[in-house]
């Protein structure tokens, strides 16, 4: 079946502790994108890329680093710079412009 | 800026009640998108809807349905007799015409239907 997979479903942080979360997608979808969403709130923009090799930053970057090597994959990190990053991450792709984003299961991350 | 709004926070209704959730939107442009998204206690977000600015008819499909009014910029989504699986998070969501950026998402209304 063709969708978004996360993993892992649930992660834990320690301090000091950078952390990558995975999101592959067989949907052959050009554009990918990362969200945070916090208890009570909607989704806010981490980052988001339309091409291989290619992405830019959303509405708050500061603290994630992402690569696109590949057109499947799109991994976050989650570094030590994120002083708070306990949260529910969502990864989204959409094979074009105006199209309706299709999202993955999402991955619970906690500080240990 | 684009911006949305979902006023109810949450709305428990009793089961085969209708309950309309609220979405007022805010842009500038005059070629976007609006969205409706079901985000049950799993977590993922399950599309719904998709609407153009062009096309003020409503929809229905099968319980559900969308008022899309220009006038007062509003999407607002209607689940008639309702079910204890209706039970989610809904997020009404916008985005720009050309813009392969990102939603605007509202905060969510949390729907309980109890049985």
């Known amino acids: 079946d063709g969708g978004i997979t996360q993993s892992p479903k649930y992660l834990f942080r320690k301090e000091g502790q950078n952390v990558t979360l995975s999101c592959e997608q067989n949907?052959?979808?050009?554009?990918m994108y990362w969200y945070r969403q916090d208890p009570g709130q909607g989704l806010r923009l981490i980052y988001y890329?339309?091409?291989?090799?290619?992405?830019q930053k959303g509405d708050i970057a500061e603290g994630y680093s992402v690569s696109r090597e590949k057109k499947e994959s799109f991994p976050l990190t989650v570094t030590s710079a994120q002083k708070n990053p306990t949260a529910f991450y969502l990864c989204?792709?959409?094979?074009?412009?105006?199209?309706?984003?299709?999202f993955g299961d999402g991955t619970r991350l906690s500080i240990l | 800026a684009q911006k949305v709004t979902q006023a109810q926070t949450e709305i428990s209704v009793v089961e085969k009640e209708d309950v309309t959730l609220d979405c007022v939107y805010e842009?500038?442009?005059?070629?976007?998108?609006l969205f409706w998204y079901k985000q049950p206690p799993s977590g993922e977000l399950v599309f719904l809807i998709r609407?153009?600015?062009?096309?003020?008819q409503n929809e229905i499909s099968g319980r559900y349905s969308w008022n899309f009014q220009k006038s007062t910029s509003s999407f607002n989504f209607t689940i008639t007799a309702s079910q204890v699986v209706d039970s989610a998070v809904y997020f009404c969501?916008?985005?720009?015409?050309?813009?392969?950026?990102?939603?605007?998402f509202g905060s969510g209304t949390q729907l309980t239907v109890l049985p």
């Open positions: 890329s339309q091409i291989v090799n290619d992405f």
């Open positions: 989204a792709s959409k094979v074009t412009v105006n199209q309706p984003q299709h």
């Open positions: 949907l052959n979808h050009d554009a």
């Open positions: 969501a916008l985005s720009i015409s050309g813009s392969a950026r990102q939603l605007t």
């Open positions: 842009t500038r442009d005059t070629t976007y998108y």
């Open positions: 609407r153009n600015s062009f096309d003020e």
